[in-house]
C-alpha cells in the first residue's frame, strides 16, 4: 500500500493512493483509512470520483469477480517456509536417487583410476 506523507501533500502519491482504493487492491485496513481520509480531504475525494470516471468503461465491458474468501487470504498470508523446505527435500531425493548421476560418478572415477594407473 502507498501511504502518503499528508504534511507534505505529495499529488503524485495521492494519485497512486486513490487510484489503489479505485482498482480494490489495498488491505481492509488501508481501505478503512483510505475511506476515512475521502470523507475529509476534498481534494483527495476528488482524485477518487476522477479514477472512477476514468475506469468506468471498463466495469461495463467486464463483470465484477469476487475470489473465494480463503483465496482472497492466501494472497495476503506471507508464503510458508513448509513450501521451500519440501521442495527442497524433493529436490535433494530426485538428486540421491538420479541414475545418471551415479552413472556419470562412476565413469568419472573409472577414467581417474585408470589415468592413475597407466601413469
Known sequence: ????????????????L???????VLSPE??????ERIGRDRS???MVIQWQRNLATLEEDYPLER???A????FLRPPS???????LRQLAAQVWGSLF???SVALISLAALLTTLSA
Open 71 to 74: 483465496i482472497s487470504q492466501s
Open 1 to 16: 500500500m502507498t501511504i502518503p506523507k499528508q504534511s507534505r501533500g505529495d499529488r503524485s502519491r495521492d494519485q497512486l
Open 30 to 35: 488501508a481501505r478503512r483509512l483510505v475511506e
Open 18 to 24: 486513490a487510484g489503489e482504493y479505485v482498482l480494490g
Open 81 to 87: 517456509r513448509r513450501l521451500y523446505r519440501g521442495s
Open 101 to 103: 548421476l551415479w552413472r
Open 67 to 69: 475470489l473465494p474468501p
Open 44 to 46: 483527495f475525494a476528488q
